[in-house]
């Protein structure tokens, strides 16, 4: 299976003026060729669009200047704009799976850049440093090793000014023994995550920065377009974004390393978060969480490790079965975080019940619930309109 390492790196001044000029070579070959596709009554194939692009529009006066970088991430932008179209193609035919893929955009300067070599473009050095054509020798920051050779190499620089080197490399699935058989986790916004083992783990505060970027978008409003200070205050709001995303990212690895490690079978419930993301209430703190990285964290760890990675439908009514006797006590608000059920007397945590449900189903260990309903029916001493009881309000 294939990985990505990604290193940060710091480069000269003269080799930052070589990469912004690569940046503006790869942008340029992109939007070029997009321009062309549109135009087009039928999409041109990549082989034609290079010829167009690349090689005829180095021989006019006006893209003289793309013959001064390397010609390998030139045409590795007009094959990533080919496969950004077959998964716009895909997604309109019901082909590709998950989220559909939108139609190619235009790049633009302000947003992250990026350049890919392959072993064409790169070569590593023996002393730890990385050769990039026409660009020259840079020494990344090796916080790891690489667990064999690159296939390819990309250069990035994202919105506040930092630089990075994302290797893609080929690794070998790790085999271990786990300490649990199998583990269920219903997720949330104050508690990120509930076990279906009874462990909890909360969610970092974004509170402060997020006020933060807020008051510096105001002032961004305020200042004209294409200023220096407008500018100023641009990387600032990057950079803040950026110190918010780097802290998400480092309790979702530690989290769902964890997890891999100490479980054979991870069971998570498929959630609609474009769905849930609607309620005004909510949305900015389930923006927030990354539940959809979390997922994909966990279930790429588990291709690694050798577990089995689980996911149930969205429409299993985890919430409002209890997970002892599998009574069915139907919807409750989201205020309220304890139930107790008089079909079977125990009084269920809300997060941790939902838990072991979700690890319930996801084995095929679920209650016959239609024959729970029955008996409840004659041996429940609650009004056949009353389900439960609810114990213990308190807000998420």
Same mark, same amino acid.
């Given at each position: ?49 290079? /010829? ?14 793309? +013959? ?13 704009? !080919? ?16 989220? /559909? ?17 392959? *072993? ?44 990075? *080197?994302?290797?893609? $490399? ?49 002032? *961004? ?75 994909? *964290?966990? !279930?790429?760890?588990? !291709? ?8 149930? +439908? ?24 304890? $139930? ?45 309109? !009353? ?10």
């Amino acid at each position: 299976m294939k990985a990505r390492y990604q290193y940060r790196i710091y480069p000269t001044d003269q080799q930052r003026q070589s990469l912004a000029q690569l940046f503006g070579c790869v942008r340029v070959a992109w939007n070029d060729a997009l321009a062309l596709c549109k135009q087009s009554e039928r999409k041109p194939k990549s082989a034609e669009l290079q /010829k167009i692009v690349i090689t005829q529009a180095k021989q006019s006066e006006e893209r003289a200047w793309l +013959s001064d970088v390397s010609v390998v991430p030139l045409q590795q932008s007009v094959a990533d704009l !080919e496969t950004a179209f077959k998964n716009f193609f895909d997604s309109c035919k019901g082909k590709r799976k998950g989220r /559909k893929a939108g139609y190619p955009k235009f790049k633009k300067r302000t947003n992250n850049q990026s350049a890919r070599f392959t *072993l064409r473009g790169f070569s590593m050095k023996e002393d730890g440093g990385v050769y990039l054509a026409k660009i020259g020798i840079v020494n990344p920051i090796w916080s790891r090793s690489l667990p064999s050779e690159p296939s390819s190499v990309t250069v990035i620089k994202d919105c506040a000014n930092r630089y990075f *080197l994302s290797f893609v $490399v080929e690794v070998q699935p790790i085999q271990s023994e786990a300490k649990n058989p199998s583990i269920g986790i219903d997720l949330g916004i104050q508690t990120f995550a509930v076990m279906s083992n009874g462990e909890k783990t909360e969610s970092p505060s974004y509170k402060k920065p997020y006020q933060k970027v807020r008051k510096l978008q105001r002032k *961004l409003a305020r200042q004209p377009k294409d200023s220096k200070r407008r500018n100023i205050t641009r990387i600032r709001i990057a950079k803040l974004h950026n110190r918010i995303a780097d802290t998400r990212k480092d309790f979702l690895h530690k989290l769902s390393t964890k997890i891999v490690n100490e479980n054979q079978v991870i069971i998570l419930e498929d959630l609609n978060v474009s769905g849930m993301v609607k309620n005004r209430k909510l949305s900015r703190g389930i923006s927030q969480q990354g539940w959809r990285e979390f997922r994909t *964290l966990c !279930e790429a760890k588990s !291709e690694k490790f050798g577990r089995e990675f689980k996911v149930i +439908s969205r429409w299993e009514p985890t919430s409002q079965v209890c997970s002892d006797c599998g009574f069915k006590w139907g919807k409750i608000d989201l205020s309220i975080r304890s $139930v107790l059920c008089l079909s079977c007397g125990t009084e269920q945590d809300r997060d941790e019940n939902a838990a072991r449900n979700i690890v319930q189903v996801g084995m095929g260990n679920r209650h016959d619930s239609k024959r729970t309903q029955r008996e409840s029916k004659t041996t429940s001493v609650a009004s056949p309109c !009353e389900a439960s009881r609810i114990t213990a309000p308190d807000r998420r």
